[in-house]
């Protein structure tokens, strides 16, 4: 491992992270050295609808908080979805044209709950800050102002309402907590999940406990991925240092026609199955 390799009063070697590289890895090392460390890259699947959905409103929301107040609408949300909107990994046109109605009607409602006025200290803001052993950083989808504090805010668009374990749990947000203090210089605590289908509101209120947590576990998976890579490195086979760890997650993996392992967890699915096409349901 690198911390044997450090000389004596040498600084030690942070490990450069974001959010999703440690998730990637913890989630399956395998996946990991196809998206950070093959070069080049082994194939991937099709693009996924679900991604699609998401990146439109993402980009739709940024945009219309770039906008001048006056245009600040419902009406110019619409059409910010619109002009980000792709037909990538939908069934047909028509599938992808029932979708970004939906996708239009959450942004609709979702903004009409906003004071347009009410201007964000960031959107899409990149933030960073230092532990013991990682340089992390991460871009926050949005940061508000709430009296003295600011307030991390992350937009989902997925099947479920988020929830306040989820908030509490999620590795992201505590990383953005981190990067926001050390970037901005300023107190922050709350971290919020704003689940559009729905319009409800996840939260949770870091403390320096639950913060503490986080930084061990990202620290710890930053040390089993300097391990891995340096076991490559000295000859090891390929799949003993970043073994596959297969599971339910095989299915939505963009790296599974590379993927024999996972091809195996269970069948292929289309790129638009995780969009739940019930009456009612939510995206």
């Known amino acids: 491992m690198s911390d044997q390799l450090e000389m004596p009063g040498m600084p030690r070697r942070l490990f450069p992270a974001t959010p999703s590289k440690l998730a990637t890895f913890a989630d399956c090392p395998r996946r990991y050295r196809f998206t950070y460390v093959d ?24 945009s219309w908080w770039d906008a001048p107040v006056p245009r600040r609408t419902a009406a110019a949300a619409r059409q910010l979805l619109h002009a980000a909107w792709s037909p990538t990994g939908f069934r047909d046109d028509e599938q992808s044209e029932r979708w970004r109605a939906r996708a239009a009607g959450w942004l609709i409602e979702y903004v009409a709950g906003l004071d347009p006025a009410d201007e964000p200290v960031g959107t899409e803001r990149t933030v960073a800050a230092t532990t013991e052993r990682l340089a ?27 929830t306040d374990d989820e908030a509490r749990g999620s590795p992201a947000l505590a ?109």
């Open 136 to 162: 992390l950083s991460g871009r926050v989808d949005r940061i508000d102002q709430r009296g003295d504090e600011l307030v991390i805010v992350d937009y989902k668009t997925g099947r479920v309402p988020s």
């Open 39 to 62: 070069r080049p890259q082994p194939p991937k699947g099709p693009p996924w609808a679900h991604n699609t959905v998401g990146s439109a409103v993402h980009a739709a929301l940024r």
């Open 175 to 283: 990383a953005y907590v981190l990067g926001v203090r050390r970037t901005l210089r300023r107190p922050c605590s709350r971290v919020e999940l704003h689940h559009l289908p729905s319009g409800t509101v996840a939260a949770f209120e870091h403390t320096d406990r639950s913060l503490a947590n986080h930084v061990r576990r990202a620290e710890d998976i930053a040390v089993d991925i300097t391990a891995a890579t340096e076991a490559l490195a000295g000859g090891a086979e390929v799949d003993t240092a970043f073994p596959p760890v297969p599971g339910r997650h095989c299915g939505w993996c963009d790296f599974r026609p590379s993927c024999p392992a996972g091809q195996a967890a269970g069948p292929a699915r289309e790129p638009w199955s995780f969009l739940p096409e019930e009456p009612g349901a939510t995206g």
